[in-house]
């Protein structure tokens, strides 16, 4: 699968919709829902193609996805620099590491499965917001930090049909 798209809730602009091929799945977007102007902290989902990189899972809490993208374990080193005048901003790091970051080996299973969106990975710019990621969404699809997150289920029907260069179209 080569594209897929993601739109807001009518409801609430922090839920979306999530559709690829003919299946549609339920998502939680951004505590300040979908923006065109993205900045680190803002906790908006970026509004535009994002690809899909490479992914992580926890090898502790369930078998590697079936999935055509490169997928690695995640240790409990790993960390996601989110500090924009760090050399690693938005960065896959590992600890020690005295700038701000985010743990990858979660306790609340969020990022039991994550994937890298190409959202200021490949050209990137100071403060233009980090970590976004598709990742496991919390009981009750409660809005993340700008990621776009679904259930276990859904996320890996979707890796399924996944591979690299697959876009998701946030509108």
Request: aromatic letters at 6%; hydrophobic letters at 35%; glycine letters at 10%.
């Amino acid at each position: 699968m080569k594209s897929m798209t993601v739109r807001s809730s009518s409801l609430d602009a922090r839920q979306g919709i999530l559709t690829v091929g003919g299946i549609t799945m339920r998502a939680a977007l951004g505590r300040s829902g979908i923006g065109s102007f993205k900045r680190e902290g803002d906790g908006k989902t970026p509004r535009r193609p994002l690809r899909l990189l490479y992914g992580f899972w926890r090898s502790d809490r369930g078998e590697r996805p079936v999935t055509r993208l490169p997928m690695t374990a995640l240790s409990p080193r790993m960390i996601w620099c989110d500090a924009p005048q760090h050399p690693a901003y938005n960065r896959l790091s590992r600890l020690p590491m005295a700038a701000s970051h985010e743990t990858m080996c979660r306790g609340d299973h969020l990022y039991d499965l994550c994937i890298v969106l190409d959202w200021n990975v490949t050209q990137r710019q100071r403060g233009a917001g980090s970590a976004i990621f598709l990742h496991l969404a919390r009981p009750g699809y409660q809005p993340t930090e700008g990621c776009i997150a679904l259930s276990e289920r859904d996320m890996r029907r979707l890796l399924s049909v996944a591979q690299a260069g697959t876009t998701i179209h946030v509108k």
